[in-house]
């Protein structure tokens, strides 16, 4: 069986930009919501709370945990012009865009903003320097920005939605926090009809063989990725060790916090759901009655 | 009485950067879906169409509504690092950042994107060069960005949350729209118990004077905001005429088909009605049955 193709999703409410982005309307847009208000009732398995953050960051907190070192390639700024009037001015004397579309003639002011590179880092960020009393869980969304050498609709976009619930606490409740999260989203996929492996990854570090990061990443998986369809991330679970807790000055016992998160691409199980099931929203299972079994099942929060 | 303090509504779920970029939680997040799940009951009255638009548009789309020209001092771009491998070399060989958390020896490569500056420019573009069967309504959320001098808490941000209706017609059409926008919120307002003044506008022009639209805009107000406590716009109407419809070739009746808005600022509704009701949450009103009492009130859409 193809996938749909982009006039069938465009039909359902996709609208594709060649630059890696997209609008969602229609049946689509409700398949997205119906999405996340499932992985939100995952979520309560762990009683996560939920937070809402910003779509920027300050490129000094990422450098906590040496995210433009690792992915410059992929970093989105935030940028403006340089607001002293000669440079406004130069500007405005001028074409403003070229034939490309491409900004003429703009003197930039120093950039300090990155736009979000995983929903995650905000949670770390946003506690700097507390000290936890106990083990925390948390769920947010935030759209992530990613440059890549090429983009697909629905399956690799600059800017995509991404939900993540995140585990602060010792070694063990994030070892724990990784075995329910697993179990449960097995069970999901499962009552849902979606057939995914699961495969030990590495994130995409810029010349990954010169980061010892990623040497350790082979060395100890501490990525797995739930695939569909043989090649396509639609989830993830993620081990970091102590890597963001002592970056972020998180401290739990008197050691830096250890932190673990379930991150869901939502764009992407839009891709593996009309893919699996077509674009006849009739088809569609309804996904949030199955998150709520799922956690009646597994006997956590409040279903 | 004075509006709560940041301390107050830190406890709440506001976790304010100075940035002027707001994270929320708790209380205040649950508020602010209250509210956005208010703006989309009145957007039934017109039975609007939901849309989820990108984080980003072209520059080249903005700029056939002249945005560089008329803004470009609030303007947000987004950028990315040249990817040619000396370039990547030079900027990883160095700190990488300044003591002022500025990307420091960093090549950017050419910028083409504007990070969403008004939620309403997405339903545009995504239409370019669409023949209208009729009057379209839609209803769209997003993160807008607009640089100013300063930001303050909920009051004024760098990126903020924006519920738009926008209405695609005839002239006849959108003056309709906006007459039926101003007696809802009216409604809807007095219900939820908050004072508001309607007041003409003007948009924020670069060096206004020099500007015709600005210069338009005063002979013939198209802005109406809707201010809480004497000068704070929590909401505004817009008639564009056929400006949009002229820059985004959307024809109507073999002629450019004209356009209007209805645009709620969500940040500053939370800072309305901590203002007018305090910090509890027991105190606040709920405020999606009364947007449901205005719908059956005025006799639209489904309530």
Chains 1, 2 share one sequence.
């Not at 060790?241 to 250890?258: I, K, Y």
């Not at 009309?274 to 709520?292: C, F, I, Q, S």
Request: hydrophobic residues 40%.
């Amino acid at each position: 069986m193809t996938p749909p193709s982009l006039a069938e999703l465009a039909r359902i409410g996709l609208s594709w930009q060649p630059s890696g982005q997209a609008a969602l309307r229609g049946p689509l847009l409700g398949l997205a919501e119906e999405c996340d208000r499932a992985f939100v009732r995952l979520a309560a398995l762990w009683r996560a709370e939920e937070e809402r953050h910003p779509a920027w960051i300050a490129a000094e907190r990422l450098q906590r945990a040496g995210y433009l070192r690792s992915f410059p390639h992929q970093a989105a700024f935030a940028a403006r012009l340089s607001p002293a009037e000669p440079d406004l001015d130069a500007f405005l004397a001028g074409p403003v865009l070229d034939r490309d579309g491409v900004l003429a003639g703009a003197r930039l002011a120093p950039v300090s903003q990155v736009l979000t590179p995983a929903a995650c880092y905000h949670v770390f960020s946003d506690r700097l320097g507390q000290e936890l009393a106990g083990p925390r869980f948390v769920t947010t969304r935030n759209t992530c920005f990613r440059h890549e050498r090429e983009y697909l609709p629905l399956r690799r976009l600059s800017g995509f939605s991404m939900r993540e619930v995140v585990c602060l606490g010792t070694g063990a409740d994030t070892a724990e926090f990784l075995r329910l999260a697993r179990e449960a989203l097995d069970m999901f996929t499962g009552l849902a009809g979606l057939e995914l492996d699961w495969r030990p990854a590495t994130d995409p570090f810029f010349r990954p063989r010169e980061n010892p990061r990623y040497l350790l990443q082979r060395v100890d998986p501490v990525k797995h990725e739930a695939t569909y369809g043989g090649d396509l991330a639609i989830a993830s679970v993620n081990r970091h060790h102590d890597h963001f807790g002592t970056g972020f000055e998180l401290t739990l016992n008197g050691g830096p916090a250890h932190s673990a998160c379930l991150a869901f691409g939502v764009e992407r199980w839009l891709f593996a759901l009309t893919d699996r099931y077509g674009t006849d929203p009739e088809r569609w299972p309804a996904l949030e009655p199955l998150a709520a079994k799922v956690c009646a099942e597994l006997g956590g929060g409040p279903a």
